[in-house]
């Protein structure tokens, strides 16, 4: 994945940090368009099945290797908005196994502050609209992941508060959870391992200086090896939010989100 998003553009300026919506998109070409400039730069296998039973390559036969020079939304293979991808992904003592941020369009790639540390979506909620959360702030949302959550619920909520409270360009956010694709400023989601296995994130304590680096892909606690090891010797995990039913049973199940959060492990590795 990483190598495939180094070679891949940013060819479409849409919002949430660009001008246009999907209808413009539409309108200029659309998906199609964009697929025929994969496709050429041999990004896409052509010969791959559709729904309508015709390959790739035969349903962008009559689909023009540029887009049109009449609209700016659709940018050319060599005129792109950014030269590349606008996930990264960044690995860190906080995320060994990885975690997710989405870059284009961040004012601020690198930040470092204090931690404020909440133990849901609901809980974080509440602080960004009592107005406790203040610029240079790194919100951390734990116990959302896989099993956590359980489920692993979108972020959407407090990032979207966040905005509300004219703080999108000042403060960091990094969550075991998810976010959509509306989400905007420097936000890091699928921290792995998560909480709830007692991954880093959990580990964290109000008030620890946290760096996010986008452009050196790096999520870091920035406390000594031995703080850390001290604290996961003595964590303990918590209640689990469900006991009995399907929730309980995902829960008890479902594998790391580096890992895709599948439920069948030793079948998907077969």
Known sequence: FETIRARVPVLCDLKPSGKYVATDLHKAGGIPQVMKMLLVHDLLHS???????????EILADIPEEPSANQDIIRTWNNPMYAQG??????????TEGSVAKITGVKKPVITGPARVFESEEASLDAILAGKIQAGDILVIRYEGPKGGPGMREMLAPTSAIIGAGLGDAVGLITDGRFSGGTYGMV???????????GAIALVEEGDSITIDAPARLLQLNISESELARRRANWQ???????????????????????????????FNN
Not at 86 to 95: E, K
Not at 188 to 198: D, R
Not at 240 to 260: D, F
């Open 47 to 57: 010969d791959s099945l559709t729904i309508s039973g015709q390959t790739i390559a």
């Open 86 to 95: 606008h996930l990264a992904i960044l690995r860190g003592n906080l995320a």
């Open 188 to 198: 890091v989601g699928h921290v792995a391992p998560e909480a709830a296995v007692g």
């Open 237 to 267: 995990p918590p209640a689990p939010r469900y006991t009995k039913g399907v929730l309980a049973k995902y829960s008890k199940l479902v594998s790391s989100s580096s890992l895709g959060a599948v439920t069948d492990l030793d079948l």
